[in-house]
T-cell receptor, first 111, second 117 residues
């Protein structure tokens, strides 16, 4: 089954404790992206990647890092999480002309 | 920058009836993609339907169809024979085809659809 998976689905952490949210797709898509969804602000892009070892900032990259060492994986790293990073995070992937398919989302609470 | 506007924060429909959700967008580009995504209470983002701007024919997926008016920059979603499972937040989204290597989606604020039994 073609899908985008994310782990963990739910996470509660404390300020400053490094965490990684994993994202994996099995559709051989070149493009992958991370979004966050917040009430009143909608979905905003954090980072994106066009291919292995090619990443770039989206609209709200501060406080986040990403890497793309393999085509299928695109982890989101929060080196020192802060409460304003409490959000619902989505990973998405697509081919060049195809629609973006989203993972199930990761709910993050930073205390 | 492109913007997407959904003017109806909430809509309701009776089961088995038809409902239309509105979306307008602003762009100076001639080639782009438009999408409708559904977000049920599980919060999963589910692709409902897509439209490529160069195609004049309106897209259809089973009970879901769009009315794409390129000159008016309008992209409405019609749901026929509404079912209880259609209840969700619906997002209209725009993607440039000339955005270089970034296929970023620009989303509207969403329309919350309630389906009454």
């Amino acid at each position: 089954e073609a899908q985008v998976t994310q782990n963990p689905r739910y996470l509660i952490t404390v300020t400053g404790k490094k965490l990684t949210v994993t994202c994996s797709q099995n559709m051989n898509h070149e493009y992958m992206s991370w979004y966050r969804q917040d009430p009143g602000l909608g979905l905003r892009q954090i980072y994106y990647s066009m291919n292995v070892e090619v990443t770039d900032k989206g609209d709200v990259p501060e406080g986040y890092k990403v890497s793309r060492k393999e085509k299928r994986n695109f982890p989101l790293i929060l080196e020192s999480p802060s409460p304003n990073q409490t959000s619902l995070y989505f990973c998405a992937s697509s081919s060049q002309r195809g629609p973006q398919y989203f993972g199930p989302g990761t709910r993050l609470l930073v205390l | 920058a492109q913007t997407v506007t959904q003017s109806q924060p909430e809509m309701s429909v009776q089961e088995a009836e038809t409902v239309t959700l509105s979306c307008t967008y602003d762009t100076s580009e001639s080639d782009y993609y438009l999408f409708w995504y559904k977000q049920p209470p599980s919060r999963q983002m589910i692709l409902v339907i897509r439209q490529e701007a160069y195609k004049q024919q309106n897209a259809t997926e089973n009970r879901f169809s769009v009315n794409f008016q390129k000159a008016a920059k309008s992209f409405s979603l019609k749901i026929s024979d509404s079912q209880l499972g259609d209840a969700a937040m619906y997002f209209c989204a725009y993607r440039s085809s000339s955005g270089g290597s970034n296929y970023k989606l620009t989303f509207g604020k969403g329309t919350l659809l309630t389906v009454n039994p």
